[in-house]
T-cell receptor, first 110, second 113 residues
Framework: LAKTTQPISMDSYEGQEVNITCSHN???????ITWYQQFPSQGPRFIIQ???TKVTNEVASLFIPADRKSSTLSLPRVSLSDTAVYYC???????????FGSGTQLTVLP | EAGVAQSPRYKIIEKRQSVAFWCNPI?????LYWYQQILGQGPKLLIQ????????DSQLPKDRFSAERLKGVDSTLKIQPAKLEDSAVYLC???????????FGPGTRLLVL
């Protein structure tokens, strides 16, 4: 079972780039990495997903090194509205692998 | 497209009472999950359905929790009888395929007094 470890909290200022790293030492060959964002009183919302190297979409980038034992979510130029909890999830599509960690509380300051 | 719908959004009950939650996944999504999220923690998977069959319920406390998805669409999660430690947000999620994105509903916040 791939367990994930993330920093509990991070602070940043508006306009800065934020990088949140997640470690997943027991990741299996079939697993891929997904990041979610969660605001209070809402369900998690998909941000980005990747298997290896780098993935970029309109809101974030995901960097995965060759050994895939960690991944880094990069949020460019954060704003106050990016204040939320961010979860990384190692997901093989199997229910037994769907384990969320405790997440990282990102606070963006003015 | 419409998202995952859940009801009710909030529920307050006394311990030992029963409660049921309803989920309507995104149309066409064969896989449905129920999660429990305790305050300050990440979501914990309770059960996974593939169409109307249970794929995994190893983390479902079966002495008090039950879930069904009779027609392979909507699903209900029931707790009977509720305990104080069941106070949490119950999230439903669905996905089209095993490597597709999970989409979460807004959750049902349960408070057991």
């Amino acid at each position: 079972l791939a367990k994930t470890t993330q920093p509990i909290s991070m602070d940043s200022y508006e306009g800065q780039e934020v990088n949140i790293t997640c470690s997943h030492n027991n990741i299996a060959t079939n697993d891929y990495i997904t990041w979610y964002q969660q605001f209070p009183s809402q369900g998690p919302r998909f941000i980005i997903q990747g298997y290896k190297t780098k993935v970029t979409n309109e809101v974030a980038s995901l960097f995965i090194p060759a050994d895939r034992k960690s991944s880094t979510l990069s949020l460019p130029r954060v704003s106050l509205s990016d204040t939320a909890v961010y979860y990384c999830l190692v997901d093989s599509g199997s229910a037994r692998q769907l384990t969320f960690g405790s997440g990282t509380q990102l606070t963006v300051l003015p | 497209e419409a998202g995952v719908a859940q009801s009710p959004r909030y529920k307050i009950i006394e311990k030992r009472q029963s409660v049921a939650f309803w989920c309507n996944p995104i149309s066409g999504h064969a896989t449905l999950y129920w999660y429990q999220q305790i305050l300050g923690q990440g979501p914990k998977l309770l059960i996974q359905f593939q169409n109307n069959g249970v794929v995994d319920d190893s983390q479902l406390p079966k002495d008090r929790f039950s879930a069904e998805r009779l027609k392979g669409v909507d699903s209900t999660l029931k707790i009977q009888p509720a305990k104080l430690e069941d106070s949490a947000v119950y999230l439903c999620a669905s996905r089209a395929g095993s490597q597709e994105t999970q989409y979460f509903g807004p959750g049902t916040r349960l408070l057991v007094l």
